[in-house]
């Protein structure tokens, strides 16, 4: 066992990450799976009441690829990268279908399900199964950038393959599922991002940037590019008992398959035109302030408008009873349409 491994499974005895809800003893593979991809874009903090709220809905692999994608995606909404969602989905099913509804455990299985990767795959069946495997998440390429000074970035395959290297040269031969959770907790916890916390790091003694005191240039940054920005008007149709309009998106672009606001340009004349086509007699009744919400490459700034509409009633929805996946811009708008009126979206 390498030097930094053992160093960090004695660490990760007194202060690793324990008791987080899908850490069970014996660890339950569904849960563990879950958790990863719950994890692939989101943190420890936010992906809890997810997670816990996701296994009442779906207590099993097979109550989940027999839901509809519609119930997925309700549990999902708020999380983003509904892609996620859509694979787990899939892959469930595959799971029913394939494997009679049980978890496979091989890595070569495993890996052909949608949006489990490399690194994804190493995680759950050392977590799950402590199985010998590597993981380079973005918190342990940090952690192993630092640690052994590897240069470049890391969408170059030179560097990735090096970082590969180095993390199956580190994974021990026992204890996989203490060291798959204690290196995933040092990238997390100490080795963070900005100003990583080197006096409290288990391997702290052989990092050589510790050592040359350069920690602030692993891993090596790539100049940003300024997101460009865009902007949309989103016309939020309220009828007489205060239902609000929401149409399902197509199932690709941006919140695919997701439950939205009808939308235009952001200038007076997309707006009137767009509320002619949907009733002549609509007509706005206020505006509520813009938002940005941001996504990977680029900022989208976000106008509600807020219409009163004699709509027909199959596609008006009660915002007290709506069950509907939708994405977070439009769980905001509702929150604020909520207070806004509270009385008149109660029926
Ligand atoms: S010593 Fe500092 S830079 Fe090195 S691995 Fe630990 S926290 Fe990261």
Known sequence: MTSFAKDLLAWFQEHGRKGLPWQSSPPDIYHVWLSEIMLQQTQVNTVIDYFNNFIINFPSVVELANADEEEVLTSWAGLGYYSRARNLHKSAKIILSEYQGIFPTSYSELITLPGVGESTAGAILSLACNQPRAILDGNVKRALSRYHRVAGYYSDSKTLKELWRLAKYHTPSEQNADYAQAIMDLGATICVHRNPLCSRCPVSRHCKANLCNDQSSFPQKKIRTIRPEKSLAFLVYRNIK?????????????????????????????????????????????????????????????????????????????????????????KKIISMLDSLNPAESNE
């Open 242 to 330: 205060g239902h609000i309009y929401l149409a399902k998106r197509p199932n690709r672009g941006i919140w695919s398959g997701l439950w939205s606001f009808s939308e235009c340009e952001d200038n007076e004349t997309a707006i009137s035109a767009a509320i002619k086509e949907h009733n002549l007699e609509a007509s706005i009744v206020s505006l509520l302030p813009k938002f940005k919400h941001s996504f990977t490459h680029y900022h989208l700034w976000i106008r509600p408008i807020i219409i009163n509409s004699p709509g027909l009633e199959k596609d008006y929805h009660n915002i007290n009873k709506l069950g509907l996946g939708v994405p977070a811009p439009v």
